[in-house]
């Protein structure tokens, strides 16, 4: 089995925070990220695909095709956006950087399996030192 990364990368706001609890709680739980106006973070998405490599290419997975699938399932809608107003697949999450990988990760899982491989990691930068791996369970 052969395991292909392609890296994206994209920005967008956010605030992480409960309306059902206190400004102090939300603060207390959350840092810096429950901000009341909002921040941004400076995405890295990798995302990773296994199969053989097809006997006609030598590809898993034609890796511009990977790239557009990215981009059109889920760059296009996060990108200079509000992850809490803008993203209708966000719609009543938490923009928890886990959050956000796990429904990446259902965008992409499907369309992916139509060429003849299979989403095997989203990893998810939120800052140079944060990130979150998802394998789908
Ligand atoms: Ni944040």
């Given at each position: 089995m052969i395991y292909v990364t392609r890296k994206e990368h994209f920005n967008a706001a956010h605030k992480v925070y409960r309306p059902d609890w206190t400004d102090e709680k939300n603060q207390a739980v959350f840092g810096k990220c429950a901000n009341p106006n909002w921040h941004g973070h400076n995405y890295d998405l990798f995302v990773t695909v296994k199969g053989m490599p097809s006997a006609e290419t030598g590809f898993v997975m034609d890796i511009k095709q990977l790239s557009n699938l990215i981009n059109d399932e889920v760059i296009k809608h996060i990108?200079?956006?509000?992850l809490n107003l803008d993203v209708p697949f966000l719609k009543d999450k938490i923009p928890s950087t886990e959050n956000l990988a796990i429904a990446i990760w259902q965008r992409l899982f499907d369309k992916i399996a139509q060429h003849n491989c299979t989403l095997h990691a989203i990893k998810l930068y939120e800052t140079e030192r944060n990130f979150v791996e998802y394998f789908g369970n």
């Open positions: 990108d200079h956006k509000n």
